[in-house]
């Protein structure tokens, strides 16, 4: 059985950091590429980043560019989402998605694979 398991997540003041996880079991994605998605109080869930297979190339969404970086390690077979820079208006929770494919997706349809979600709060 396929698992994304996020960790991570909690309450931050703004301008902090927050190092998000996402481990894979059940199979490996090695050559497929992830990505991070959020949902914030009220809105639909929206794409934040992603990343290729080998990591080679990666996709933010506007907000977050220069303040979030993507990254993976095959070895642990593990997904991760350094986030500085937070503001409140990161608040959400942030789900980790993988999907069949070697290229990157912003399309939240293209992932059959996701996590249940980490929470993360940042306070003014």
């Known amino acids: 059985q396929v698992q994304l398991v996020e960790s991570g997540g909690g309450l931050v003041q703004a301008g902090g950091s927050l190092r998000l996880s996402c481990a894979a079991s059940?199979?490996?994605?090695?050559?497929?590429?992830m990505a991070w998605f959020r949902r914030a109080p009220g809105k639909e869930r929206e794409f934040v980043a992603s990343?290729?297979?080998?990591?080679?190339?990666?996709s933010y969404t506007d907000s977050v560019k220069g303040r979030f970086s993507i990254s993976r390690n095959h070895a642990e077979n593990t997904l991760f989402l350094q986030m500085g820079s937070l503001k409140p208006e990161d608040t959400a929770v942030y789900y980790c998605?993988?999907?069949?494919?070697?290229?990157?997706?912003?399309?939240?349809?293209?992932?059959?694979?996701w996590g249940q979600g980490t929470e993360v709060t940042v306070s003014s």
């Open positions: 998605a993988a999907r069949t494919h070697f290229k990157e997706s912003t399309d939240i349809s293209d992932y059959p694979y």
């Open positions: 059940g199979r490996t994605f090695h050559t497929d590429a």
């Open positions: 990343i290729n297979w080998n990591g080679g190339s990666t």
